[in-house]
């Protein structure tokens, strides 16, 4: 069964550095998002994207962030210059075009440790 | 904007019976999509079921099923015989209606513990 991949699993950073969280959605899947999840805390929106603009963001999603489809498979999330307070679980998801499925399906998560 | 509360942080049952997991949410549209989504240990967000408000049926997927009360906007999750392997954190979330790119709006979530 097709899935949504992110990578790295775990990512160590210095806080000030800058960190990218790659993602491969499900191939026919055109509606991407991404989420964090802090600690402890409920699952926020961050952002949708959808031929190839931002659809959508939130009040987290500040100058600080940027999201990119730089191929035709992979979906990035930028932090230009990571914060404590950006320690969290990033989960990517991506969804399919038709009405009948609107599933987001998610990721794994890439746990990000800002030091 | 629409909101989702899971009002319980925790809750425990004994292995092969039966549990039911709260949730209310609070919009002003008429169609809308919600779902029950598990995340385990490790962390990854596995969808349950999901309901779509203009199907008065309530969604039921194997062990799991819902009770879906659109009057009084509630949504919760009934896991039947349950297992050891069915502890996880359970998210309630919603989805504005089709044909919108939109988020989904979770709930704080629940934990949910299963005795052998």
């Known amino acids: 069964e097709p899935e949504v991949t992110q990578t790295p699993s775990h990512q160590v950073t210095q806080m000030g550095q800058e960190v990218i969280l790659r993602c491969v959605p499900i191939s026919n899947h055109l509606y991407f998002y991404w989420y964090r999840q802090i600690l402890g805390q409920k699952v926020e929106f961050l952002v949708s994207?959808?031929?190839?603009?931002?659809?959508?963001k939130s009040e987290i999603f500040d100058d600080q962030f940027s999201v990119e489809r730089p191929d035709g498979s992979n979906f990035t999330l930028k932090i230009r210059s990571t914060k404590l307070e950006d320690s969290a679980m990033y989960f990517c998801?991506?969804?399919?075009?038709?009405?009948?499925?609107?599933?987001?399906?998610f990721g794994a998560g890439t746990r990000l440790s800002v030091l | 904007a629409q909101t989702v509360t899971q009002s319980q942080p925790e809750m425990s049952v004994q292995e092969a019976e039966t549990v039911t997991l709260s949730c209310t949410y609070d919009t002003s549209e008429s169609d809308y999509y919600l779902f029950w989504y598990k995340q385990p240990p490790s962390r990854q967000m596995i969808l349950v079921i999901r309901?779509?408000?203009?199907?008065?049926q309530n969604a039921t997927e194997n062990r799991f099923s819902v009770n879906f009360q659109k009057a009084a906007k509630s949504f919760s999750l009934k896991i039947s015989d349950s297992q050891l392997g069915d502890a996880a954190m359970y998210f309630c979330?919603?989805?504005?209606?089709?044909?919108?790119?939109?988020?989904?709006?979770f709930g704080k979530g629940i934990t949910l513990s299963v005795r052998p």
């Open positions: 998801a991506s969804r399919p075009t038709t009405l009948a499925k609107n599933i987001q399906y």
């Open positions: 309901q779509e408000a203009y199907k008065q």
């Open positions: 994207f959808y031929n190839n603009e931002i659809s959508e």
């Open positions: 979330a919603y989805r504005s209606p089709p044909g919108a790119n939109s988020k989904l709006t």
